[in-house]
């Protein structure tokens, strides 16, 4: 079986060879071809010569005469011998050589025909094909004879060996005759002393760790000497996938961690120094991806919780090598542009790693997770400070440094505390950050301080659950209570240094101080609804606690408004609106039959809480004129509806008062009866102090508002009451509408003139 093996690797040689012959053909027939297109190009110059003579001997007599340069006749001589443009017109008038200029122009770059792509696809993509097929036939070959011990572990790697040896000197016999085709075979000589060297230690235990150790480098140096000596390209390539298909193909199904990892670090350091000579980025990319593949392969199927310090180290190896890569290209001015290696390496590299180290470490470890987190973010800060001295003006490095350090201190809270302990500390950090952003006069950092803001926001609404019953005190009790106190102060804070330290903030900065405020104003609301609605104390039924949203979120609108006149960008005015229309709508369309028995008629929170919401509509009328609206049209529109809805809601809530009065002494239809009553007189008594107020400050809105609800109260009269209610009710249901509709009349009659627009 020796034999055999023995004759099928002559066997590919033999292959290869013959295919560096048919390929030397090609090339010797491109040469020809190019000497074809080289003989013409000297012919046209010796047409172009032969004009030469006829053109120069016609301006000849022109530098006689220099005193007139206006006359046609030296212009049109001297045209031709100072410039050859007007030749290639002469070469339109030969039809015959037309075709000649084409191929002897080497600026313009022609398309290359069949011929020639069928030519680069059989030299070069059928050769780095054949070097893949193979070195995986070899490696399958190889890979049965070890199973069916047709090979001793000595003789095989042995055989890989003398089979990789055999490789590099056929390829360096062949490099400068057929350059493609050696680049190839030694390519295949590297992806074979790989293997020998991985399964001589890895499996066969038959050298040492450091023997084997030496012979990879040696292997790795040798590789990267050829690549950045010929500028091979597909060299590199080659050589990095086979390094990594190494362990792939040669898998024995057992843990072989510390051979892998070492490996690993080894291939990896060759192929990164070999990138970085050479400029191939396509490595760094390939090395990184290949190794994070192996790397959690083995963690999912071997890894246990003995086995965390090779897993932690490895990772820890493999993150410095590719971290590095950015910061080495920068010290040497050599920064990829766009979205190339090293930018992608600068946030790839530090993401696994984090992502490895939680894997092994979390939760047992919590506090090793977050220590590490911290060290991190020191090492990136510490290599953001470096960056911006060492790295190109205008360089993206500083800045994504930066953005891993803020990354990496905001997650050391997560691990390291609890879920309350996270929000508080989040809040705590951003304020420290934006504090820092003014002081250092940085806009970036200010924009990482509010990203870290908004995820204590976000983790703070995590806490607000329902039904999380307490006890105790109504509110400091609530689990949520420091962490809602500490978030909120920590908004209004950084409002505050918003204020201070950046009044007139520019671009998407100057929404900053509003959505701060809202967040500090909105988060204390909201947690004082949850803590009221989930005390086990309390307990309040379900009409108790509408009202108590009504008066909590309207009381939330109130600094709200008060400080929307200051703010420039209407963030503050638009969410006071939209929080008066919801509490309003809430309070409105909520169960009636919830409300029946929340108090006395008129002294009850329900009532009180409507007031306040009316009041805050005409509060919001009168503040119209300070709000920043651009015309004063608009500003007499929103004081019109702002006034319109507070007589509005004011008259709901009178309605409710009369519809859910309890009359205990009456009978249920005769308790109907009488607030169907009592509701047509309030609505004629509110459209008469309407009027009375539309007449006395002029308002021709409060006006027409009273004789429509007096038309309403008419209507309600002859249609409802006239049918239902009793003779006494109904008595007095007329009575009121036609004795306060006589005294309308009157005033209407007194104001006449005012009314029309004239001076009484």
């Known amino acids: 079986m020796d034999g055999l093996s023995l004759l099928l690797l002559i066997a590919a040689v033999a292959f290869l060879f013959v295919t560096a012959r048919l390929r030397d053909r090609v090339r010797r027939l491109e040469g020809r071809l190019q000497a074809l297109e080289r003989g013409l190009a000297p012919s046209a110059r010796a047409d172009a010569a032969a004009e030469a003579p006829v053109v120069v001997a016609a301006p000849a007599p022109p530098p006689a005469e220099p005193a007139r340069p206006a006359s046609p006749e030296p212009i049109a001589e001297a045209s031709p011998a100072s410039a050859p443009p007007p030749a290639p017109p002469a070469r339109p008038a030969e039809p015959a050589p037309s075709p000649a200029p084409e191929p002897a122009s080497p600026s313009a770059r022609p398309t290359p025909s069949l011929g020639q792509v069928e030519a680069r696809l059989g030299v070069?993509?059928?050769?780095?094909?054949?070097?893949?097929?193979?070195?995986?036939?070899?490696?399958?070959?190889?890979?049965?004879?070890?199973?069916?011990?047709?090979?001793?572990?000595?003789?095989?790697?042995?055989?890989?060996?003398?089979?990789?040896?055999?490789?590099?000197?056929?390829?360096?016999r062949q490099r400068a005759a057929y350059r493609v085709a050696a680049q190839g075979l030694l390519a295949v000589g590297l992806g074979t002393l790989y293997l020998s060297v991985y399964a001589a230690y890895g499996f066969y235990g038959l050298v040492p760790l450091w023997?084997?150790?030496?012979?990879?480098?040696?292997?790795?140096?040798?590789?990267?000497?050829?690549?950045?000596?010929?500028?091979?390209?597909?060299?590199?390539?080659?050589?990095?996938?086979?390094g990594f298909l190494t362990p792939v193909v040669l898998g024995t199904g057992t843990d072989a961690a510390a051979a892998l990892f070492t490996y690993l670090a080894i291939l990896d350091a060759g192929m990164l120094a070999s990138a970085f000579w050479r400029r191939w980025t396509e490595l760094h990319l390939l090395s990184f991806a290949f190794t994070h593949a192996l790397y959690w392969d083995w963690h999912w199927t071997w890894y246990r919780p003995e086995r965390l310090p090779v897993a932690l180290e490895a990772a820890s190896v493999f993150f410095v090598l590719f971290a590095l890569v950015a910061p080495v290209e920068a010290a040497r001015r050599r920064e990829s542009g766009g979205w190339r290696a090293a930018p992608l390496l600068v946030f790839a590299a530090p993401t696994l790693y984090f992502l490895a180290a939680r894997a092994v470490l979390y939760p047992a470890h919590a506090a090793w997770l977050g220590l590490l987190c911290l060290a991190l973010a020191t090492a990136y800060f510490l290599g953001g400070r470096w960056a911006l001295a060492a790295a190109s003006p205008g360089s993206w490095l500083p800045l994504f440094h930066f953005t891993l350090a803020l990354v990496f201190l905001t997650l050391t809270f997560p691990v390291q505390f609890t879920e309350h302990g996270v929000t508080i500390a989040w809040s705590v950090q951003g304020v420290a950050l934006l504090w820092g952003g003014f002081r250092l006069?940085?806009?970036?950092?200010?924009?990482?301080?509010?990203?870290?803001?908004?995820?204590?926001?976000?983790?703070?609404?995590?806490?607000?659950?329902?039904?999380?019953?307490?006890?105790?005190?109504?509110?400091?009790?609530?689990?949520?209570?420091?962490?809602?106190?500490?978030?909120?102060?920590?908004?209004?804070?950084?409002?505050?240094?918003?204020?201070?330290?950046?009044?007139?903030?520019?671009?998407?900065?100057?929404?900053?101080?509003?959505?701060?405020?809202?967040?500090?104003?909105?988060?204390?609301?909201?947690?004082?609804?949850?803590?009221?609605?989930?005390?086990?104390?309390?307990?309040?039924?379900?009409?108790?606690?509408?009202?108590?949203?009504?008066?909590?979120?309207?009381?939330?609108?109130?600094?709200?408004?008060?400080?929307?006149?200051?703010?420039?960008?209407?963030?503050?005015?638009?969410?006071?609106?939209?929080?008066?229309?919801?509490?309003?709508?809430?309070?409105?369309?909520?169960?009636?039959?919830?409300?029946?028995?929340?108090?006395?008629?008129?002294?009850?929170?329900?009532?009180?809480?409507?007031?306040?919401?009316?009041?805050?509509?005409?509060?919001?009328?009168?503040?119209?004129?300070?709000?920043?609206?651009?015309?004063?049209?608009?500003?007499?529109?929103?004081?019109?509806?702002?006034?319109?809805?507070?007589?509005?809601?004011?008259?709901?809530?009178?309605?409710?008062?009369?519809?859910?009065?309890?009359?205990?002494?009456?009978?249920?239809?005769?308790?109907?009866?009488?607030?169907?009553?009592?509701?047509?007189?309030?609505?004629?008594?509110?459209?008469?102090?309407?009027?009375?107020?539309?007449?006395?400050?002029?308002?021709?809105?409060?006006?027409?508002?009273?004789?429509?609800?007096?038309?309403?109260?008419?209507?309600?009269?002859?249609?409802?009451?006239?049918?239902?209610?009793?003779?006494?009710?109904?008595?007095?249901?007329?009575?009121?509408?036609?004795?306060?509709?006589?005294?309308?009349?009157?005033?209407?009659?007194?104001?006449?003139?005012?009314?029309?627009?004239?001076?009484?």
């Open 124 to 172: 070069a993509w059928l050769n780095r094909a054949g070097v893949v097929v193979l070195l995986l036939g070899i490696a399958f070959f190889l890979k049965y004879a070890f199973e069916n011990d047709w090979i001793g572990p000595t003789g095989r790697v042995a055989i890989g060996f003398l089979a990789g040896i055999g490789f590099l000197g056929l390829g360096e």
């Open 441 to 760: 006069g940085t806009r970036r950092l200010r924009s990482g301080a509010l990203l870290v803001l908004a995820l204590a926001g976000a983790r703070w609404w995590t806490l607000i659950e329902p039904r999380q019953w307490h006890g105790g005190l109504v509110v400091i009790d609530h689990p949520a209570f420091v962490p809602t106190l500490v978030f909120a102060t920590a908004c209004a804070l950084a409002a505050l240094l918003y204020r201070t330290g950046a009044p007139e903030a520019a671009g998407w900065e100057s929404v900053a101080r509003p959505l701060l405020l809202l967040a500090a104003i909105g988060s204390t609301a909201l947690f004082l609804t949850d803590a009221l609605a989930d005390h086990a104390g309390l307990r309040l039924p379900a009409s108790h606690l509408d009202v108590l949203r009504t008066v909590i979120w309207t009381a939330a609108a109130v600094p709200v408004l008060a400080l929307a006149p200051r703010d420039r960008t209407r963030v503050l005015f638009f969410a006071g609106g939209v929080l008066l229309a919801a509490v309003g709508l809430h309070a409105a369309t909520v169960d009636a039959e919830r409300w029946r028995n929340v108090g006395p008629p008129v002294l009850n929170l329900r009532f009180g809480s409507g007031l306040l919401i009316a009041a805050l509509y005409a509060v919001f009328a009168g503040m119209a004129d300070d709000f920043p609206i651009a015309t004063a049209a608009n500003r007499a529109r929103l004081r019109a509806v702002a006034a319109v809805a507070a007589a509005l809601f004011l008259l709901w809530h009178l309605s409710a008062e009369i519809l859910l009065m309890p009359l205990p002494r009456l009978r249920e239809v005769e308790a109907i009866k009488a607030r169907n009553m009592g509701l047509s007189i309030l609505w004629t008594v509110y459209a008469f102090v309407a009027m009375g107020l539309g007449l006395w400050r002029d308002r021709a809105a409060l006006r027409i508002g009273a004789i429509a609800l007096f038309g309403l109260a008419v209507v309600k009269v002859l249609l409802v009451d006239l049918a239902t209610l009793d003779a006494i009710y109904r008595i007095l249901s007329f009575l009121v509408l036609g004795g306060v509709l006589l005294l309308a009349s009157f005033l209407y009659t007194r104001y006449r003139a005012r009314v029309q627009g004239h001076t009484p």
């Open 211 to 242: 023997s084997a150790f030496v012979l990879m480098v040696l292997v790795t140096a040798t590789g990267m000497a050829l690549a950045i000596r010929d500028d091979a390209r597909a060299i590199a390539l080659l050589a990095n996938l086979g």
